[in-house]
């Protein structure tokens, strides 16, 4: 039992799903947390020169531009990569991949359906202040495909490796421990009165949630699937896989991946690319946003705070009532400050992930003769998923996800390799999956996000203890300087965590502003 | 437990789900069924005149115009309704909604995202022959969302009447449910070897499936959803709902709806509406449907088969080859025929579906402010169903699907009412679960599909005994004339059990042709 991928490994990792619970069981225990209804800050318009200095154009660092600039700040958003939008990252022909040691370009072909987001690539339908963005910024926005139980499952130690069907795999599970528990539950055993109509009640819930026969025995099920779906027949059931090979499979978190808080369907996607949401935000605040400008030193002042930040070789120190900072903690740690020291401690004190992914062209969409029209095949092996696109169905190419390593070894391992052998790699271990894979690529893309320049790392990866000790300290300002990005937030890896953290801190500066100025009181 | 809605019901009725399970269980039992892969009948050309009158333009029948005059066969479709499509039926603007007694017309703004699926509306992604001839009459596919976590069940018998999320119904009740079998399972009750490693996988399963904590208790969960998304405080969990309410639930198919063959992750639909494959169709074989045709007489000879239709009032007799009959069992016992006994006999046999749907044109998707962009909400009200569209996100109207009956007594209840009056009941009821949502609705259309013109029933209603005593009698041809339609297949109520009587029909005339005529021999 060395390597189990536990739901908690999965939840950690790289913000993949936000890791709420195990952080709820300990901040809950302690009693403090009051149930508190997120709105968007309704911020006043200011009245007198307020300059904002914006570090980074991630989805953070673009929403407070967004919003204070639209209230009458004076906003610059300074970023120092070549592009807007952070880790909201799309691929698609031409697209630079500013990877340290291994800058690629995207040779896909050039057409809308042929993307690959190498970020955030769906958004659940409770992300409301995303959702909010995206209608306001004229994102349009199609259902994205999560679960998929057409899709296939795959694990070395089961079936000789041979991959069996999602649907197979979970609805055949359930039925044999659905037959165990019915055999094995007896209603002297529960504690407390229940009554004869409840006792059925249950009986008849696991008989249903494992759909066992009348006399509660797994015999088989359509919901894993027919044999065949000529319809001119009666149909045929499949053969039940076998319990003890299904024992041996040690992934069992997928049983209830599609019940998770922000996995669960329906989830959604911009049409065309996730970075239609930058875009959206850019037709806004573009023209407050300088490109290929890197801060190299903050100085937090009684008043305000000057940034010094290079561009074209020149050093350029700038002056602000306000900085709203997105700059990873990891690169921020390096850059010259004079933050107190339990607060620059504190931006060395959370890890990243090393969150990997690789985008494939495909010549055909093989996966389409499979009746996989969408959604997630899982695997124990390096690469770990493998994503089939909702989008251009039907079309002679698409772009598969090829990897998404939420484990940070398998990160590690495929950073290591030069493009050409970690595309390589995937489809070596794809195969496993799809026999015939490796023929339909015909060019890739892949993005180790630890390696990627002003990032080099994907989500912080906050644990219980970390929440407790450093997220205050860091969440709150230094002077009139706010750090900001999904880094601040409970749901780090995920752009309304992004968002959440600007609202907490220009609602912030608006009560500064109000109290401070009484300019609307 | 008078009015339990089991999943057998709703197997049961109108085709809503296959009637797959039941019926393979008989069936199987006798050990009569071989594993038979279904591929598209690859049919020969015809090099002779072979006359082929197809009855009834709804999906059978057009695919057997498409497939056998691209053969060579001399086709012609009669239908009796001034439209094609048969029970795939999609209403927009203008739509004509031929209910004898109560026609209506479609008042939908004018817009390409306000439309209905009257008949069926969803297809999942091993429906292959369906799907294939979506790619080859270029009909654009989307996802469809047919589950959604974030929707609505409502049951006057728990919470008083009061609405949950799906995910909570769901995903609470697991955790109960959980929680007492741990408490109760003991390895020395199972039978069989069991290793110390397998049974502790096992109660890992348990645990995992209800989220328990580490002492296998439930203490509440993030998969059903939590009490406020501030993403900048720790997570707070909802309270778990009561689980004696939970108890008192009577619908607990919806906790595997999401699990069964049909109706599994992912789903597609047509952009656009269903009927957008009916406009394939008819782009190929369009000019040779005759609408407005009604048979009234059918005369099966020793060779060939006559038909006499009506047409503006005049009574038209043609002579054919081949007949393939797609008329509605119910409606063909009462055409003039010399069907041989048992064959008419069966034609009266199988009892017809009651399926009611109400669209309603909504002024605003109020649905989507409750995180709701897709999928279904549950009732055990007569409505049955509420569906939000996953199209046409963020826009301003929308249109819901108000009722989805596929309880008869519904169906009943509701055709027996004016369409106002239908509406006015539909939001009564749909008010449980939206508060204010009469006051969104603009217009509504409603289908009785027993009262339909030229159809007077929805999906035929086949149970074990009655496939085994009719199903091959009404299967096999009687001379030249071919039953089909989706009443002649193991999945009544699907195109794609339309699709396959059609391919057998036609693969059998293919087969008479080549032995018959040696034309390819």
């Known amino acids: 039992m060395s390597r189990i991928l536990s739901r908690r490994d999965f939840l950690r990792a790289a913000g993949a799903v936000g890791g709420s619970t195990a952080v709820f069981r300990a901040a809950a225990a302690l009693g403090l947390l009051p149930a508190v209804a997120a709105a968007r800050p309704q911020i006043a318009a200011i009245r007198k020169s307020r300059k904002v200095l914006i570090l980074g154009a991630g989805i953070s660092g673009l929403t407070a531009a967004y919003e204070l600039h639209r209230k009458g700040y004076d906003v610059q958003v300074l970023e120092a990569s070549f592009r807007a939008g952070g880790r909201n990252l799309t691929l698609r022909h031409g697209s630079r991949i500013d990877e340290t040691g291994y800058p690629q ?11 690959f987001n190498a970020g955030p690539a769906r958004i659940p339908g409770h992300h409301q202040h995303l959702l909010e963005y995206c209608k306001e910024l004229d994102v349009e926005l199609a259902p994205f495909i999560n679960d998929n139980r057409n899709a296939w499952v795959q694990d070395d130690a089961m079936f000789g490796g041979k991959p069996v069907r999602a649907r197979e795999y979970l609805n055949d599970s359930r039925g044999f421990v659905a037959e165990l528990m019915a055999k094995s539950i007896r209603k002297d055993d529960l504690t407390g009165p229940m009554s004869s109509a409840d006792w059925e009640q249950l009986r008849e819930y696991i008989r249903q949630f494992g759909e066992l026969d009348p006399q509660f025995r797994y015999m088989g099920t359509s919901r894993s699937g027919l044999a065949s779906h000529d319809y001119t027949r009666a149909d045929v059931l499949k053969k039940p896989l076998s319990p003890s090979e299904l024992m041996k499979s040690r992934f069992m978190f997928i049983m209830s991946f599609g019940e998770t808080d922000d996995q669960a369907a329906m989830m959604m996607e911009p049409v065309g690319g996730m970075d239609r949401i930058v875009d959206g935000f850019m037709r806004q605040v573009g023209h407050l946003v300088q490109l290929e400008s890197q801060v190299q030193k903050i100085r937090v002042k009684e008043r ?3 940034v010094t930040y290079r561009r074209n070789g020149e050093y350029v120190t700038t002056q602000a009532d306000y900085v709203l900072n997105c700059i990873p903690v990891q690169l921020l740690a390096g ?20 969150l990997f992914k690789i985008g494939l062209q495909m010549k055909e969409r093989f996966w389409e003769k499979e009746g996989i029209f969408g959604g997630i095949s899982w695997t124990l092996q390096d690469i770990q998923q493998i994503w089939y696109p909702a989008h ?3 079309r002679q190419k698409g772009v598969v996800l090829a990897a998404y390593t939420f484990d940070p070894r398998a990160g590690e391992k495929f950073a290591r390799l030069s493009p050409p052998e970690r595309i390589r790699l995937a489809v070596e271990q794809g195969s496993k999956i799809h026999p015939d894979y490796g023929k339909y690529v015909e060019n890739g893309v892949t993005i180790a996000w630890h390696q990627m320049n002003h990032m080099l790392g994907c989500a912080a990866q906050w644990e219980p203890e970390l929440f407790q000790r450093w997220f205050t300290t860091l969440q709150k300002p230094v002077g009139s300087h706010y750090l900001i990005g999904d880094q601040v937030s409970y749901h780090p890896g995920w752009q309304e965590g992004a968002i959440a953290s600007a609202h907490h801190a220009i609602a912030d500066i608006d009560a500064r502003e109000r109290l401070g100025n009484a300019v609307t009181a």
Not at 105 to 115: A, G, M, R
Not at 335 to 354: C, Q, Y
């Open 105 to 115: 370009v995207c040779e896909f072909d050039k057409d809308p359906d042929l993307f």
């Open 304 to 306: 305000g705070v000057d």
């Open 335 to 354: 850059v010259e400050h004079n933050f107190p020291k339990d607060f620059s401690t504190g931006l060395t004190a959370i890890p990243r992930g090393k």
């Open 392 to 394: 251009g169905i039907h």
